[in-house]
């Protein structure tokens, strides 16, 4: 069964050092996005991505922020100079069309910042 | 601001009883509920998605159901098992655009 695939699974990373999240999304899907979910709150809606451009963000997704589909396959998120206030799980999620269709989510990764 | 609410915010049962976990929400027009299941430390995995025209959706030993005039859905777990213990999220879908709005999540416990 395809899936959303996302590495590192857990990344520990010094303040203000630059970390970058891979995500391989399902190979057919056209919609690409990131979600973060600090610990014991909700999952929150960062970015969404289609046709090689960002769709929609929220007020998190700040100019810390960026996403890139470098090669076809991969879906990044660089967050350019990491607080302490990032550490979190993120999640990927892909869908074959906006989001009326059922998004897939990968396992997350946990993003600590030291 | 969207919001989606659920409760109770944590829930032990029996192995082998039912439950049921509540969701309302204030997000309008929605295109679309839906319930996830997270395992701890794992991405959230679809179990029902319902248009707002839909009153009931079932995915083996679990039903949701949807009173979009009441913005209320639920979540109805029959004959609960150990692997049900998970958090159950509720995501309510805008119309319009691409974010999920999330709630807060119930967690179960499902004890022997």
């Known amino acids: 069964e395809p899936e959303v695939t996302q590495t590192p699974s857990h990344q520990v990373t010094q303040m203000g050092q630059e970390v970058i999240l891979r995500c391989v999304p399902i190979s057919n899907h056209l919609y690409f996005y990131w979600y973060r979910q600090i610990l014991g709150q909700k999952v929150e809606f960062l970015v969404s991505?289609?046709?090689?451009?960002?769709?929609?963000k929220s007020e998190i997704f700040d100019d810390q922020f960026s996403v890139e589909r470098p090669d076809g396959s991969n879906f990044t998120l660089k967050i350019r100079s990491t607080k302490l206030e990032d550490s979190a799980m993120y999640f990927c999620?892909?869908?074959?069309?906006?989001?009326?269709?059922?998004?897939?989510f990968g396992q997350g990764t946990r993003l600590t910042v030291v | 601001k969207n919001q989606v609410e659920q409760s109770p915010q944590s829930l032990i049962i029996l192995e082998g009883k039912n439950c049921t976990l509540q969701c309302n929400y204030t997000v309008s027009p929605f295109s679309n509920l839906r319930w996830y299941k997270q395992d701890t430390g794992r991405g959230p995995v679809s179990l029902t998605i319902?248009?707002?025209?839909?009153n009931t959706k079932s995915n083996g030993r679990y039903t949701a159901t949807l009173d979009a005039d009441t913005k209320q859905s639920s979540l109805h777990i029959t004959a609960s098992q150990l692997s049900d213990s998970a958090s159950y999220i509720c995501v309510v879908i805008p119309y319009g655009n691409n974010r999920l709005a999330f709630g807060k999540g119930n967690q179960v416990v499902v004890i022997p």
């Open positions: 319902m248009t707002f025209s839909e």
């Open positions: 991505f289609y046709n090689n451009e960002i769709s929609e």
């Open positions: 999620a892909s869908s074959l069309g906006q989001a009326h269709t059922e998004a897939f």
